[in-house]
């Protein structure tokens, strides 16, 4: 069974960071391209950040140069280092393969406020 566990999220004022883990079993997580995903109120799930399994790393452009996603295959893990925080990066981040493969887990809640 595939699950997948995002933690790591939190209140932070603007210009702040934060930094997401993404916990995944039951795949073979090396060989999956992995995303990063946020839906913020009343808008669609838009994705952030991917990453391919070789470690070639593409982003929205909202977050370039700010966000940086990365993988641990021997753990199993990916992460997503967020910092410069904006309060329009407020929204629930989702992990999930690139190409949305998986059944979306919890999510991490990221509130970016004063």
């Known amino acids: 069974q595939v699950q997948l566990v995002e933690s790591g999220g939190g209140l932070v004022q603007p210009g702040g960071s934060l930094r997401l883990s993404c916990a995944a079993s039951?795949?073979?997580?090396?060989?999956?391209?992995m995303a990063w995903y946020r839906q913020a109120p009343g808008k669609q799930r838009e994705l952030v950040a991917a990453?391919?399994?070789?470690?070639?790393?593409d982003y929205t452009d909202s977050v370039k140069g700010r966000f940086t996603i990365s993988r641990d295959n021997a753990k199993n893990t990916m992460y997503l280092q967020m910092n410069s925080l904006k309060p329009e990066d407020t929204a629930v981040y989702y992990c999930?393969?690139?190409?949305?493969?998986?059944?979306w887990g919890q999510g991490t809640q990221v509130t970016v406020s004063s």
């Open positions: 999930n393969s690139r190409r949305a493969r998986f059944d």
């Open positions: 990453i391919s399994t070789g470690g070639t790393t």
């Open positions: 039951g795949i073979i997580f090396s060989i999956n391209a």
